[in-house]
């Protein structure tokens, strides 16, 4: 059975199927971590711009012509998925790098195989190890925004 021609309804599904888990969430872990969320997709969607001009991957198959491949995984399970990280491990740095790790490796070293096989995606010029490393200095950089963020917002609190 092929299944490149189902591509677009996996692209779909692994964008909408995610946002069914946030009700489990909870209001205040949302509005408290969607911040830090969109910056992190922001961010991504910068490196995966540098990525295409860089040929570091490249995504064959799109849900439209004008939206770049990476779109259903920026707003998908990347979005929601930092936000569920961050609710389970925020204030526990080596519990939230090893899920990050533990996720990002699963992403690099599983999924990245069977995208190619879909024929949605590959890895052009660029080792696994880095795209790794590229995860991780996100997650960092997440982590950091939190922490800033909840900073900002102490000293607000702090002054009303």
Known sequence: MRLFKY????????????????????KDAF?????????????VRIVNFIAKKRKWWWWYQTLHPRISGVFPFIWGPFLV???WILKLTYGKFFRYMLLNLAIDG?????????????GIASLVRLKKIN?????????LLLYGFQIIKDKMIGEQGNKE
């Open 31 to 43: 509005k408290r971590f969607l911040p830090a969320g969109l910056f992190i997709s922001l961010v």
């Open 81 to 83: 998925g930092s936000l």
């Open 131 to 139: 795209l790794l490393l590229i995860f991780t200095f996100e997650a």
């Open 106 to 118: 699963a992403f690099t070293y599983g999924l990245v195989y069977y995208l190619q096989k879909l």
């Open 7 to 26: 591509s677009k309804l996996l692209l779909l599904l692994m964008m909408i199927l995610p946002w069914f888990s946030l009700p489990f969430l909870g």
